[in-house]
């Protein structure tokens, strides 16, 4: 199994990123599919989550300015983040659950910083 994330970087705030994360080994179409940060000396924080029925969900400090997707046929995930304040700046990972399993699958993780 695996979840690879990327499209992360350096950016000035007020700028864009779409991070990825493409997953193998799993049936992607049943997963329920996350994105999550943790920003330095910080605890990992929900950001995003898509349902296997689309249903999506935002935690409050990204409403309005992040969008979650999925596309099923490429096992991928996206987070569109626009308009990125430094806070925003952390690690970004991807986190897929099942139904048919007990326990989460974790992404590497991808390195978002965002400058003032």
């Known amino acids: 199994v695996q979840l690879q994330a990327s499209g992360g970087g350096l950016v000035q705030a007020g700028g864009s990123l779409r991070l990825s994360c493409a997953a193998s080994g799993i049936i992607f179409s049943i997963n329920d599919m996350g994105w999550y940060r943790q920003a330095p000396g910080k605890q990992r924080e929900l950001v995003a989550t898509i349902t296997s029925g689309l249903s999506t969900n935002y935690a409050d400090s990204v409403k309005g300015r992040f969008t979650i997707s999925r596309d099923n046929a490429k096992k991928t995930v996206y987070l569109q983040m626009n308009s990125l304040k430094p806070e925003d700046t952390a690690v970004y990972y991807c986190?897929?659950?099942?139904?048919?399993?007990?326990?989460?699958?974790w992404g590497q993780g991808t390195l978002v910083t965002v400058s003032s």
């Open positions: 986190k897929a659950e099942s139904p048919r399993r007990a326990w989460p699958y």
